[in-house]
């Protein structure tokens, strides 16, 4: 049966291209959307949809809520849930220390299935509904994922990591078995039902020159499939990367020399591009990914946000948690530390901002802009409902606020999964109790 979906509607049309920039986005205050199939068949005001529709229908009043697309994380690890919080270290020593043993634990089946499931109930409790993650170097971690969110409808990105040196015993695959275990999943899964497969050499440190060019020879094959990676994050981490690929004129080159930047290239952190290296990405179409909390907890660095989208050449940008480098499974909290580490750097990300690049400016970093991050006729009905005043501090804040851009900024600065109302996958609720 048809769902009709009655509420406060928000979704973005364009990037907004200042604080007021009311032309980038559409709102309807008694708005209203119909679904069915999964899809958005009709949108616009309650009296204009509701005028078209019959009987035989479901109608579910959400108002006064707000519904925007379902938010969108470009980046997060499957297997670093039960890292996040890890005290101390930078990124190398975080990595061997917490985050590799961690992850040795996923070649168990029923560990790994545990854990996807836990993931897909943290992402839609925060009221995210599409993610590009990182799998372990087990193939199983990645069945466990794709399976999981094929049961749940989702539209996700996903790969298991090829890693082949610098990691314990148990996390390490080789040239030959990272390319089959790949090959393998990529024809299991990519395009069945909602999922996509992203080629994923975890970064240049853990892969040896000849598992490079096993990556190079999967994108070769499969030149429509996303690749992601970790690039410039740590100062020792760029520095040692260097050191493996000497031939390279800088770090984004050593992706470059094996064919891993192009369009649908995910690089996450590129927290200390050098110029020739933001020309290269930028040149390429390749997305940098701002990952606001796991920057700030693992000190690695402040992105340019600003600095990247306005330099002559301009980067396409996305937005991540990094779970569990990152800190929070929140796309609010982590557009919160977003600001701050924005406004560390001089400048101010508006909230029309923040929110289109959750939705459709992720949407469209991840090339799936055709599919999701709107409320749009033809698009997946992948859908957040928020509510500003869910706690008692955010409802005497929001009785100050007069604008729906201060609701926004509120909900990001002060809120969490507790201002998810609900949350649609394909047009079903689905968040978790
Ligand atoms: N670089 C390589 N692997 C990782 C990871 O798991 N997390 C982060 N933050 N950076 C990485
Ligand atoms: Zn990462």
């Known amino acids: ?86 005290f101390g270290a930078e990124l190398l020593d975080w990595l061997n220390t917490y985050t590799f043993p961690a992850e040795t634990e996923f070649s168990n089946v029923a560990h790994a299935e545990r854990i996807a499931a836990c993931f897909l109930d943290e992402l839609t409790r925060h009221g995210t509904t599409t993610v590009a993650a990182y799998c372990s170097v087990h193939p199983q971690s990645a069945e466990a994922l794709f399976a999981e969110a094929e049961r749940r409808n989702m539209c996700i990105v996903a ?92 770090y984004t080159d050593i992706y470059a020399r094996y064919g891993l930047v192009g369009p649908k290239s995910l690089f996450g952190h590129c927290v200390h591009l050098q110029e020739r290296e933001a020309d290269a990405l930028s040149e390429a179409g390749a997305v940098a990914v701002f990952c606001p909390t796991s920057n700030l907890f693992l000190g690695s660095g402040l992105f340019n946000y600003f600095g990247y989208k306005r330099r002559e050449k301009s980067l396409r940008i996305a937005a991540a948690t990094d779970v569990g480098g990152g800190t929070n499974y929140s796309m609010l909290r982590t557009m919160d530390e977003g600001y701050k580490v924005i406004t560390l750097q001089g400048e101010k990300i508006p909230p029309l901002l923040s929110y289109w690049q959750i939705t459709r400016g992720n949407a469209e970093a991840l090339s799936l802009g055709h599919r999701i991050g709107a409320l749009e006729v033809g698009k997946d009905a992948d859908l957040v409902v928020l509510d500003a005043s869910a706690t008692s501090p955010m409802r005497l804040r929001m009785e100050k606020a007069r604008s729906l851009a201060e609701e926004l900024f509120i909900l990001q600065t002060m809120g969490d999964d507790r201002n998810v109302v609900e949350t649609y996958v394909a047009g079903r609720p689905v968040k978790p109790a």
């Open 159 to 250: 790969g298991k990591v090829m890693m082949d040196r610098n990691a314990p015993d148990g996390l390490r695959d080789t040239a030959q078995s990272g390319y089959d275990e790949t090959k393998a999943l990529i024809e299991r899964w990519h395009g069945k039902s909602r999922l996509h497969y992203a080629i994923s050499p975890r970064f240049a440190i853990t892969s040896t020159p000849e598992q490079m060019a096993a990556a190079q020879a999967l994108a070769a094959e499969y030149p429509h499939l996303h690749i992601q990676t970790h690039l410039s994050e740590n100062k020792a981490e760029i520095e040692f990367a260097c050191s493996l690929f000497p031939e390279a004129k800088d």
């Open 1 to 86: 049966m048809p769902l009709l979906i009655r509420a406060r509607l928000l979704t973005f049309l364009a990037e907004p291209q200042a604080p007021d920039d009311h032309a980038s986005y559409r709102y309807e205050e008694d708005g209203a959307l119909l679904i069915e199939d999964g899809v958005i068949q009709a949108v616009g005001s309650y009296s204009e949809v509701s005028a078209r529709v019959g009987a035989d229908i479901r109608v579910v009043d959400h108002r006064p809520h707000l519904v925007m697309p379902g938010f969108i994380d470009a980046h997060a690890h499957l297997p670093q849930m039960q890292v996040i919080g890890s």
